[in-house]
């Protein structure tokens, strides 16, 4: 844990908790978990997800958009995983990504926040992706 300008960085109980819903999440894009999957997002018209062709805006057009996509050929390996959380409401998770079959890198950053269960009405401590951004590195060579 360290602090910055007197907010607590990477306390241990929320830093735990931002691994385990990022853990939650990358397993239900995997297993293809549609209710898991979009639980973990906001619902909110202020969400939004930049992906590598797409950008969505708002918690609607997020499910939309994977109800159309593909489900196979997801598996995916992690590395350089990243995660920083802000004393105890935001958090950022931010990895790269290689696909099964493909020499290619992904990128993979989200913000989270844990917001009162009450405003959410759901269990999971309330954490939620706020905002995402996904993309490919040029092919090498």
């Known amino acids: 844990m360290s602090e910055e300008a007197g907010l607590a960085v990477n306390l241990p109980a929320p830093l735990a908790e931002m691994r385990e819903a990022f853990v939650a999440y990358e397993r239900a894009l995997m297993e293809n978990d549609v209710a898991l999957r979009d639980l973990l997002f906001w619902r909110s018209p202020l969400a939004l997800r ?57 990128r993979q950053s989200q913000s989270w926040v844990c917001f009162p269960v009450a405003a959410v009405g759901e269990a999971l401590q309330g954490s939620r992706i706020v905002a995402a951004h996904v993309s490919l590195l040029p092919k090498p060579g």
Do not use: M
């Open 50 to 106: 930049y992906g590598v062709a797409e950008k969505l805006y708002g918690w609607d057009a997020i499910p939309a958009f994977r109800a159309g996509r593909s489900h196979t050929g997801l598996a995916r390996s992690l590395r350089n995983t990243v995660t920083t959380t802000f004393g105890t409401v935001s958090a950022t998770a931010n990895t790269e990504f290689v696909r099964e079959g493909s020499s290619r890198i992904g």
